[in-house]
């Protein structure tokens, strides 16, 4: 079965590269362009990897990962942090994510971290 994996993304480019590329190596992507938009979506399945942009238009990524992070339900469910901002460890002091990844990201980098979560 396929992994699945959840891209909360509010830019529609970076969105549909990301799905693209995630496609192509046969996941099944269910993207959200928000907060609102991501939580129906986990009513409905629990995905195998959670990527989330921190600075989404109707919230933030950060309150995101802090939530599955604390749930009992969604504590497991690794998370990759995107970012066009370079204070990384300023992120990584707000939130357990498993990763963080700068953008603009290289493709096969960002493949190969994506692979590294969704492999067990």
């Known amino acids: 079965m396929k992994k699945c994996i959840y891209v909360v993304e509010d830019n529609p480019s970076i969105r549909e590269i990301i799905e693209f590329l995630l496609t192509e190596e046969l996941y099944d992507v269910r993207t959200c362009v ?3 938009d991501f939580w129906q979506k986990m009513q409905e399945h629990m995905p195998d990897l959670v990527i989330l942009d921190i600075m989404l238009g109707d919230g933030n990524g950060l309150d995101i990962c802090n939530q599955l992070k ?3 339900k969604t504590y497991q469910i690794p998370v990759m942090m995107m970012s066009a901002n370079n204070h990384l460890n300023d992120v990584k002091s707000k939130c357990d994510a498993e990763d963080f990844i700068n953008k603009p990201f290289d493709l096969n980098d960002f493949a190969n971290r994506v692979e590294k979560y969704v492999s067990n």
Do not use: A, D, M, Y
């Open 34 to 36: 928000g907060t609102k």
């Open 70 to 72: 604390h749930s009992i």
